[in-house]
């Protein structure tokens, strides 16, 4: 596609519940990440997915968070049993190749609310 | 280990008027930096890059930034402000691609940026 697209782009859920977040990257970008932005914590990375490499997830804040790579494109962000400190801006990037930062695209978010 | 400091939370400015948004870091290897603005409930926008070269680089919408190795600095500039800049922007860094690792960026907590009539 055009741009990279997230979605829902708005996710209300209930504390103990779990969600699944979609990142569809540019067609062609091997490099994909995944960052949430909070309040007080600013962006963060949480974990990065190069071609069949295996991810690096040193950035995940703990085990209710899991994220899947699907045929080298689309990837999902799993968050299981939410908790109100998960509430954030979950963002993604695609970039052509690994180290090519200065090439990353952002999505728009997908700003989650946990209640 | 990189880490960003952005020194203001909050800048508000008159129309018209210069900006400048400061941004140091830290980090035992070089780096690349960058400049992002993100607009309300937007993901976020490349504005400027350094990788290498010419200290001064010049992004988009009249904004240009100026490494400075020995300071550590990569401050956000522009000479005069619209009311459509009004978002917030991140300074980050990454590594330089050396063949291996993720390369994710460090942000800054970001500067509101706030152009007042």
């Known amino acids: 596609g055009a741009g990279v697209s997230q979605s829902p782009s708005n996710k209300v859920t209930e504390k103990g519940k779990d969600v699944e977040l979609r990142c569809d990257p540019i067609s062609g970008h091997t490099a994909l990440y995944w960052y949430r932005q909070s309040l007080g914590q600013g962006l963060e990375f949480l974990i990065y997915f190069q071609g069949n490499s295996a991810p690096d997830k040193s950035g995940l804040p703990s085990d209710r968070f899991s994220a899947e790579r699907t045929g080298g494109s689309v990837s999902t962000l799993t968050i299981q049993r939410t908790q109100q400190e998960d509430s954030a801006v979950y963002l993604c990037?695609?970039?052509?190749?690994?180290?090519?930062?200065?090439?990353?695209?952002f999505g728009s978010g997908t700003r989650l609310t946990v209640v | 280990a990189q880490s960003v400091t952005q020194l203001d939370s909050q800048v508000p400015v008159f129309e018209e008027a210069p900006v400048e948004l400061r941004c140091n870091y830290s980090?035992?290897?070089?780096?690349?930096l960058f400049w992002y603005v993100q607009y309300p409930n937007q993901g976020l926008q490349l504005l400027l890059k350094y990788l290498s070269g010419s200290t001064l680089v010049k992004g988009i919408n009249g904004f240009e930034a100026e490494f400075n190795k020995s300071q550590t600095s990569f401050h956000l500039r522009k000479p005069s402000v619209h009311i459509s800049d009004t978002a917030e922007y991140f300074c980050a860094v990454s590594p330089p691609y050396s063949g291996a690792g993720s390369y994710q960026l460090t942000f800054g907590k970001g500067t509101k940026l706030s152009v007042i009539p």
């Open positions: 990037a695609s970039s052509p190749r690994v180290g090519q930062g200065a090439f990353t695209t």
């Open positions: 980090s035992s290897v070089s780096v690349y």
